[in-house]
């Protein structure tokens, strides 16, 4: 049974992204600063560039994508999409299965779509340094590339349990010349606070945030990027469903659900919120946010206001979160090791637009390696989940015989991930479901607002 492949032409990259505030139900809910009102983009501008700020706040439906950013996207856009014709014949089931192909990109996953307009609207401000986070290290090795091709030098607090799980992602931000710490570190206040406290941290998403952030705000000559959770960077990343759109139509499907992994939100987004648009209009489609059962933060965690960071220096955030001291398990998803998740997202999960559902982490691999065995992709543990979660739905559809047609986001390849397949097939991988009662202690250290 042949594979199927379907491409775009180059002038076919989107023109424009799409904002999802313009179609919600609600306007979004508005960041705080401490003293509990709302952060205006004045506040912002610490950190971020004036054309970012405006993006975060928009509620204009169409963004357009300047000419420089399109130009470098055409590096690999647009991505490929393909029907997963082997792995449909492997379930035995009657469902069309097409995935969006995110690992084409240089940086081998979809965060370069933000990382490039980030580095653009900074260097166009006159920045020329940035500092970030990373956890797995796709989204400090996609800024690190970008920093490269718009002449912004870049430094990368890497979460201190991926930096020694996955020394080759911090390789490749050094090859494009980044400069990568393990965190924490002893470089920051925010650092040596919980250094002092847990000397063995292996990190969290919150902890680098925290400690790039303060760089950030206590240097004139630096900004912070941020690879995931806020607006803009959600908007970036819609490239992907609009594509995959204008892909399924030339096709002649449209998706009846779409998954997508979730840690911060802008995988999910991405592919998902430019169907939203659809739904909005009364079109059926299910939006469904995958994320690991030792992270569960849609699914088991407290729509509140919360620091985006561990030590407390970003805006209060209204979001789904575990509380914002929470250190996960060192699973080998370590993209969706996040303790909150996009306010967007968080919302729209509130109020019922789009799903959530958890998976653990053996069955993720067990999907992703039937995936490879199908499809040749070998796929990043993250987008594992996003697979995970299409075969259980594939596997419904064989029970019921409903021919439905199922749309996931395959995020990033797993050539760097090769350590945990080896730990898979060596049955040392365990499923790690986190305390309930772990949950309940960090959620009463939520900060007390309205």
Not at 289 to 294: D, G
Request: proline share 8%; net charge negative.
């Amino acid at each position: 049974m042949s594979q199927i492949k379907i491409l775009l032409d180059e002038h076919e990259i989107p023109t424009h992204w799409y904002n999802v505030v313009a179609d919600m139900p609600n306007p979004p809910a508005p960041p705080l600063g401490p003293d509990g009102k709302p952060v205006g983009p004045e506040q912002l501008g610490a950190i971020f560039p004036p054309q970012l700020i405006e993006q975060e706040v928009s509620a204009e439906r169409w963004i357009p994508i300047p000419e420089p950013v399109r130009e470098a996207y055409r590096l690999w856009r647009p991505s490929p999409l393909y029907r997963a014709r082997r792995l449909e014949e492997a379930l035995g089931t009657p469902a069309r299965i097409y995935y969006k192909y995110e690992g084409v990109s240089p940086a081998g996953s979809h965060k370069p779509n933000t990382a490039l307009p980030q580095a653009y609207y900074n260097r166009e401000a006159g920045v020329h340094r940035l500092t970030t986070e990373t956890g797995a290290g796709q989204w400090g090795s996609s800024l690190a590339l970008a920093g490269r091709l718009f002449g912004v030098d870049v430094r990368v607090y890497m979460v201190r349990v991926s930096y020694e799980q996955k020394p080759y992602r911090r390789s490749m931000m050094q090859t494009w010349g980044a400069e990568v710490l393990a965190s924490p570190t002893d470089r920051t206040e925010a650092g040596r606070k919980v250094l002092a406290e847990h000397p063995d941290s292996p990190g969290s998403l919150g902890i680098a945030i925290s400690e790039a952030v303060e760089e950030a705000a206590t240097r004139d000559d630096t900004n912070y990027a941020l690879g995931s959770v806020l607006n803009h960077v959600l908007l970036h990343q819609t490239v992907i469903g609009l594509e995959a759109k204008k892909q399924l139509e030339k096709a002649g499907e449209y998706p009846d659900a779409i998954f997508a992994a979730c840690g911060g939100g802008s995988n999910f987004g991405g592919i998902a919120f430019p169907f939203l648009a659809d739904k909005a209009a009364g079109r059926e489609v299910r939006l469904v946010a995958v994320e690991p059962t030792s992270c569960p933060t849609l699914t088991r965690g407290h729509y509140a206001y919360d620091f985006g960071d561990t030590v407390g220096l970003t805006p209060l955030l209204r979001m789904y979160t575990l509380g914002h001291d929470f250190v996960p398990p060192a699973i080998h998803a370590g993209g969706l090791r996040y303790h909150g998740d996009s306010p967007l997202v968080s919302q729209l999960h509130a109020e019922g637009i789009v799903e959530a559902v958890a998976v653990p982490q053996v069955a993720t691999f067990e999907a992703g390696v039937l995936f490879a065995r199908c499809e040749g992709i070998i796929p990043a543990p993250e987008s594992s989940h996003a697979i995970r979660a299409c075969i259980d739905e594939a596997l419904r559809c064989k029970e019921t015989g409903e021919a439905k047609t199922l749309l996931f986001n395959l995020s990033g390849h797993g050539h760097f991930d090769m350590a945990a397949y080896d730990k898979y097939f060596s049955g040392e991988l365990e499923d790690y479901e986190y305390p309930q009662e772990a949950i309940e202690a960090a959620l009463e250290r939520l900060p007390k607002v309205g």
